[in-house]
Structure formats: C-alpha cells, structure tokens
C-alpha cells in the first residue's frame, strides 16, 4: 500500500526558509515520479515541483525555480522541498504525491503531467507572514 509522509513546514515570516520532507513506502522507489502540489486559499492544487527518482535533473515550475529546490535521498525513500526567500503567496497546504510515469525521465514528473499523479499525501501547512 503506498504511503506519502510528509512532515516540516511551519511559519515563517516573509524572506524565511523551510523544508518539507516526503519518506515513501509501499512501493518501490526507483522509476517514480514524485512531487510538491500546494493549495492555496480561492485556488486550484497547483503542482511546483516533481522529480524523477531514478534520476535527472529536476522540474519546478517559473513560479518557484529561483527559489525552490526539490532533491531526494534514494537511501531513506525520501524527497525534499526547500523553500527560499518565502513570500506570502506561498501560504498553503503542500502535498506531496507520486505516480508511475509513462516514460522515463523527469520531463514527466511535472508541466502537463501534474495532472497523472494518483498517490497523495496528507499535507503540510506552510504559513509565511509579511
């Protein structure tokens, strides 16, 4: 059964830093695409980043490329989300999610595919105050 754990986040004030952490499990690891959605209040789920596991650089999305990172630890089954200079746009509710892509590479793992992730977690409140 997969399972998504996410934990971290918290407040900050405006120009602060955090991170979020995703441990996955019930499922193996390698080939997956696993990602950062965050919800705001009045808005859609949006996705801002997503990574292969097997390997590859990464995607985030325009929004946040300057100033988010997502990485993984392949040993702990874990992906990360820092978050640099917050602003409070990004006030929200992050997820993090997986799916098998239908090919390889992290090209699938965000843009259009946002949409084929299927696995969820339960969420993290992220707060930043100005």
């Known amino acids: 059964q997969v399972h998504l754990a996410e934990s971290g986040g918290g407040s900050v004030q405006a120009g602060g830093s955090l991170r979020l952490s995703c441990v996955a499990s019930?499922?193996?690891?390698?080939?997956?695409?696993i990602g950062w959605f965050r919800q705001t209040p009045g808005k859609e789920r949006e996705g801002v980043a997503g990574i292969w596991t097997t390997g590859g650089d990464p995607y985030l999305t325009d929004s946040v490329k300057a100033r988010f990172t997502i990485s993984q630890d392949k040993n702990k089954n874990t992906v990360y989300l820092q978050m640099n200079n917050l602003n409070p746009d990004d006030t929200g509710t992050y997820y993090c999610a997986a799916y098998t892509p239908p090919f390889s590479g992290s090209w699938y793992c965000g843009g259009i595919y946002f949409k084929r992730y299927t696995d969820w977690g339960q969420g993290r409140q992220v707060t930043v105050s100005s």
């Open positions: 019930g499922f193996t690891f390698s080939g997956k695409c």
